[in-house]
């Protein structure tokens, strides 16, 4: 086991760029401001002078453009990782994201896969209001034929990258703008990881919350809160929306028999609504209390920092949700 | 119409008192008169009104303390005269009006209770009916503190469940009480909104009585009456039907004097480590072990028109469930085991049946069984046998009697022994025997 060094989600996640630029020469960057300016997010920061405008290119405002400049280069040999600015302009591009980079292996009858990533930054809770704050990753996960990726922990900031580049088909990575400040501790040695598992964060036994995302550390917050109150929860990273990996879904709900879902989307037809269905389906006679959820309040997200605090999942109202679930015997 | 609401006299203001108010229903007003004075955490402060009109209704009354935006009065404008019917429902989720009489309420006729926003609230949380409230407010109105005082008197009746109401139970409560013949009926839900977890259910399945406090009760007992028909019942009761259709039962009864025994206990026990413990249970089913062992006409079975006695003695204990109905596993050969294995075996056995995990052999190898309702403050057991077994020992309580013995008085522990035999397989001397070395064994509890 090697040592552990301190650093960021954008960090983690700048390194693994390198990497993969580094790695394969098939694979370039692009989206707005990802060259001159370092990325909106500041994330690709530095990557222009060591690799040139060749493979760190900035693109017009047309998301549609460059998604389907994307989905191109891919059919055509290349690895692409197109940077789309945040999850509400990656709409403009949905066209080619689902009718082109989703279809193209289905209607071409095998023929041509389309292997492209496109990274954007999604969630609420920095004051850029209802047109740049939204979570619609949930939404994405309906569409068959990419994979959604939802990292929340500096691990997976820096190791989904390669593996969805490897990945022959198109997989969208959502990352919380929120967690690209997150410090924490990343193995010297870190590198690509799995990505069709959820993971175990917390062990427990007294109920599960699933979360994904940028509500991670509230879950776990809330999981510390909660075994302070003497209740002890276990915390399941979904880390991948499509396909979900319901195996471990079930398999914590067999163990703990309550379950909390933690989803910074809206609640109606959202990605929860799906974990519910199918812990109803799959573990029925093993529920020992209705699955309960924590989402952001279905409006669009305002500007007023006490209003979005109040709209979106907090550490207090997965407590509260939490202690609902276990009810009074703990 | 207009409502006058509780203002937010400071942003930190979260709710105020109402200390006075300085008009009555019919004063007309205008915009800028003072009408009520306001206490808040703050200050007192008096409180302007915006509307011109007549003041319909107050319904805060003085000395309230409501949060801000609570309606506190209710003005006709000049534009919409007040319609007397439709009161504010503005803080909490507002229910239809529809919904709003109880069952038990007045017809639609009668006119709706006058009562507080707030008391409305609770009387809709603590399920109070609100035409039975007497109103102590303003005009009468009900305040909050009515509605509560209401549901006070109204406590004790720790509300049943009512008939035909579908319990809530978890999937899983409900899988693991149908695996272990629970009736749910029977077991109370400590989870969300009441319902029956997994939880609740283990804990009836498996209580935790393994400090075994008596000798469990036994088959002259009835579950009371108005209980659903509990688990366990429909077999007990064709044996029971059985057996006093076919056992021609006799009856005898001895008093023992339990001086010795619980001495001799009390001083054994000082030197037991605590969970080596020795209850008089297992000395009055030791002694009756012995007994049986020397009266062979109580021990055995009663088959194909004969009696066939037993060599061992499988001591049979009644044990009634906490979910209702009974069981009479058997300790085997009683008779040969040390008191203190004895013990542990009852106390294995009563935990076993509570948690239905009891083996079949054992339920089947009694040859004579023993209940004890003296926890149930019984004097006298008349006991209903076991079939095919011929005889059942019944204890009851133990209480301080006058006692003569040697032509003195005396005050001693005096406990009932009593036998219910089948005539088929003894007589009452034998009977009276048998009864008679039970209490000679406990008069002799080193021996035990």
New interface residues.
């Given amino acids: 086991m090697s040592g552990a060094v301190k650093t960021t989600c954008r960090e983690a996640l700048r390194a693994a760029i390198r990497e993969a630029m580094q790695r394969d020469s098939r694979v370039f960057l692009m989206g707005e401001d990802v060259g001159e300016y370092g990325g909106c997010f500041a994330v690709s920061k530095g990557l222009l002078d060591e690799f040139g405008p060749e493979r760190i290119r900035d693109t017009p405002l047309s998301e549609s453009v460059f998604v389907g400049a994307g989905i191109g280069a891919a059919m055509n040999g290349l690895r692409p990782i197109v940077e789309v600015m945040t999850v509400n302009f990656s709409l403009l591009a949905l066209d080619q994201i689902l009718n082109n980079a989703a279809t193209i292996l289905h209607m071409s009858g095998g023929q041509f896969n389309v292997p492209l990533v496109i990274r954007m930054a999604t969630g609420g809770g920095r004051q850029l209001a209802a047109q740049h704050s939204h979570s619609l990753e949930g939404w994405y996960a309906h569409i068959p034929g990419i994979k959604v990726l939802t990292p929340g922990t500096i691990e997976d900031f820096r190791g989904m990258l390669w593996t969805a580049l490897e990945d022959p088909d198109p997989v969208l990575i959502f990352e919380n703008a929120l967690l690209y400040n997150l410090e924490g501790e990343l193995a010297e040695d870190a590198g690509p990881v799995d990505i069709s598992k959820a993971r175990v964060l917390r062990s427990g036994t007294s109920l599960s919350l699933f979360s994904y995302g940028g509500s991670i550390p509230k879950t776990l917050e809330a999981a510390v809160q909660l075994e302070s109150r003497g209740i002890d929860p276990e915390v399941v990273d979904l880390r991948t929306l499509r396909p979900l990996d319901t195996a471990t879904i079930i398999d914590s709900v067999r163990r703990t028999?309550r379950a909390v879902i933690v989803d910074e989307g809206w609640r109606s037809g959202s990605i929860s609504a799906e974990i519910m269905a199918r812990i109803m389906e799959e573990s029925?006679?093993?529920?020992?209390?209705?699955v309960a959820r924590v989402c952001t309040a279905e409006v669009p997200l305002p500007y007023a920092k006490q209003m979005e605090d109040a709209a979106l999942p907090r550490v207090e109202t997965i407590i509260e949700a939490a202690m609902?679930?276990v009810?009074?015997?703990g | 119409m207009a409502e006058f609401l509780m203002p937010s006299l400071g942003a930190d203001m979260t709710e105020g008192t109402v200390t006075r108010w300085l008009v009555q229903p019919g004063d007309h007003v205008d915009r800028g008169d003072i009408v009520v004075e306001v206490e808040t955490d703050k200050a007192d402060m008096e409180v302007e009104i915006f509307e011109a009109g007549t003041i319909e209704q107050l319904l805060v009354p003085q000395g309230e303390k409501v949060p801000v935006g609570t309606p506190l009065a209710i003005v006709a404008t000049a534009a919409a005269p007040a319609a007397r019917v439709a009161l504010p429902e503005t803080s909490g989720p507002a229910p239809p009006l529809a919904e709003a009489p109880k069952p038990a309420a007045p017809s639609p006729a009668a006119p709706r209770p006058r009562a507080t926003p707030t008391a409305r609230i609770r009387a809709r949380e603590l399920g109070v009916d609100l035409a039975a409230v007497h109103g102590t407010g303003v005009a009468g109105a009900i305040t909050r503190q009515d509605v509560e005082h209401a549901a006070l008197r109204r406590a004790p009746e720790p509300a049943p469940r009512a008939e035909g109401r579908r319990l809530l139970v978890s999937p899983r409560a409900r899988l693991l009480a149908g695996e272990r013949g629970i009736d749910l009926a029977t077991v109370t839900g400590s989870g969300p909104g009441g319902s029956i977890t997994a939880g609740d259910v283990e804990r009836v399945a498996a209580p935790t009585a393994v400090a075994a406090p008596s000798l469990p009760s036994g088959p002259a007992v009835e579950v009371p009456s108005g209980r659903p028909r509990a688990a366990g019942r429909g077999p007990i009761a064709a044996l029971m039907e059985r057996s006093n259709r076919e056992i021609p039962h006799y009856y005898l009864g001895i008093e023992v004097d339990m001086s010795r025994a619980l001495d001799w206990l009390k001083a054994e026990n000082r030197k037991r480590p605590v969970p080596d413990r020795i209850l008089a249970s297992a000395l009055l089913l030791k002694a009756t072990a012995l007994a049986a062992h020397e009266v062979p006409e109580v021990n055995g079975y009663f088959i194909d028109g004969g009696f066939q006695p037993s060599a061992t003695v499988n001591l049979g204990v009644a044990i009634s469930l906490r979910q209702g109905g009974l069981v009479a596993p058997a300790i085997l050969d009683a008779s040969a085991m040390p008191l203190g294995e004895l013990m542990r075996r009852l106390q294995d056995l009563v935990a076993r049946a509570r948690a239905g995990r009891l083996r079949a052999s054992e339920m089947s190898s009694g040859t004579i069984t023993v209940t004890n309702l003296g926890e149930q403050g019984v004097d006298f057991v008349y006991g209903v046998i076991y079939p095919p077994q011929v005889a059942l020992v019944g204890f009851g309580k133990v209480t301080e009697r006058p006692w003569a013995e040697a032509g003195m008085l005396g005050v001693r522990p005096v406990i009932t022994a009593s036998l219910a035999a089948d005539h088929r397989a003894s007589d009452g001397h034998r009977g009276g025997q048998f009864l008679a070395t039970v209490a000679k064994l406990l008069q002799e509890p080193e021996h035990l």
Avoid: K, R, S, T
Avoid at chain 1, 284 to 290: H, I, K, M, S, T
């Fill in positions: 028999h029925f006679y093993e529920l020992d209390a209705p609902n679930v009810g009074g015997n």
